[in-house]
């Protein structure tokens, strides 16, 4: 079974710019970014395919951008213009999400 492993989280300011980084042990065909805010349900964010088709949701369009490196074996979530909104635990993981492949994920915390 692939490991998933995701890093980059921190706290900035609204308007500000992180980069997560989503390493898997192995390759993966399809991975998902996801997203769980306090006290609300885990979120798909952005999905991208082995041909680097990609796909985000509408909350983030035209501020995240999902990458992969396949060399490293990378998932990268680009995310510009932060809102306070987007804060929240961010996951990678297959698309569709496989229950046994959650890890720890990465804090993103968005605050003035």
């Known amino acids: 079974q692939v490991h998933l492993v995701e890093s980059g989280g921190g706290l900035v300011q609204p308007g500000e710019s992180l980069r997560l980084s989503c390493v898997a042990s192995?390759?993966?065909?399809?991975v998902g970014w996801y997203r769980q805010a306090p006290g609300k349900q885990r979120d798909w964010v952005a999905t991208?395919?082995?041909?680097?088709?990609?796909n985000v949701t509408d909350s983030v369009k035209g501020r995240f951008t999902i990458s992969r490196d396949f060399d490293k074996n990378t998932v990268y979530l680009q995310m510009n213009s932060l809102k306070v909104e987007d804060t929240a635990v961010y996951y990678c993981n297959t698309f569709p999400p496989m229950s046994g492949m959650w890890g720890q994920g990465t804090q993103v915390t968005v605050s003035s």
């Open positions: 192995g390759s993966i065909y399809i």
């Open positions: 991208i395919i082995s041909d680097h088709t990609t």
